[in-house]
T-cell receptor, first 114, second 114 residues
């Protein structure tokens, strides 16, 4: 059972465009939703995270939009750059219930072309 | 740099051999996590320590796998009688504890079982 579903699997965006990656979750007990960026041969690095008491969080060019009723959240990368080319993972956990394990989506490979 | 470190970075072994990986978390972090990542997938949770206590274990952690965190500092993950299906990237992460959910990942150990 995949608890966090991520789409699309791959994405090609032109430099300066907006990259949008979507995730849907099933477990309503999740209360922490991070996005990670991973380059080949490296470990994932936290980009931005949100809790369900807010609908949007922005940090620089990265924005998370959160829809609690639809159990969906998305990552928007504004003014996408070739250096943003990487694999992005959404994740969820239940720290409020004392469970810190992250459940990850399957990832989206983003390619930003000049 | 005082990030999470893992050793070795790469390991090639023959089926049936035992392997051990080491993770050194960020120094003040009291939570430590192990994940496994196969090609084209997101990381999958294996186990989690709070200080020296192992608090959560995934069903993925078969009886051939054992993890320890003596004295609440570094951790080791041992795989006994390795199988080809164990080939993956093994990732370690740490977090601060308390309300700190952010998990910082190390570069991973890539295991290839021949």
């Amino acid at each position: 059972q995949q608890q966090v579903k991520q789409s699309p699997q791959s994405l090609i965006v032109q430099k300066g465009g907006i990259s949008i990656i979507n995730c849907a979750y099933e477990n309503t007990a999740f209360d922490y939703f991070p996005w990670y960026q991973q380059f080949p041969g490296k470990g994932p690095a936290l980009l931005i995270a949100i809790r369900p008491d807010v609908s949007e969080k922005k940090e620089g060019r990265f924005t998370i939009s959160f829809n609690k009723s639809a159990k969906q959240f998305s990552l928007h990368i504004m003014d996408s750059q070739p250096g943003d080319s990487a694999t992005y993972f959404c994740a969820a956990s239940r720290p409020g219930a004392g469970s810190y394990q992250l459940t990850f989506g399957k990832g989206t490979k983003l390619s930003v072309i000049p | 740099d005082t990030g999470v470190s893992q050793d070795p970075r790469h390991k090639i072994t023959k089926r049936g051999q035992n392997v051990t990986f080491r993770c050194d978390p960020i120094s003040e972090h009291n939570r430590l996590y192990w994940y496994r990542q196969t090609l084209g997938q997101g990381p999958e949770f294996l186990t989690y320590f709070q200080n020296e206590a192992q608090l959560e274990k995934s069903r993925l952690l078969s009886d051939r796998f054992s993890a320890e965190r003596p004295k609440g500092s570094f951790s080791t993950l041992e795989i006994q009688r390795t199988e080809q299906g164990d080939s993956a990237m093994y990732l370690c992460a740490s977090s601060l504890g308390g309300a700190g959910e952010t998990q910082y990942f190390g570069p991973g150990t890539r295991l290839l079982v021949l």
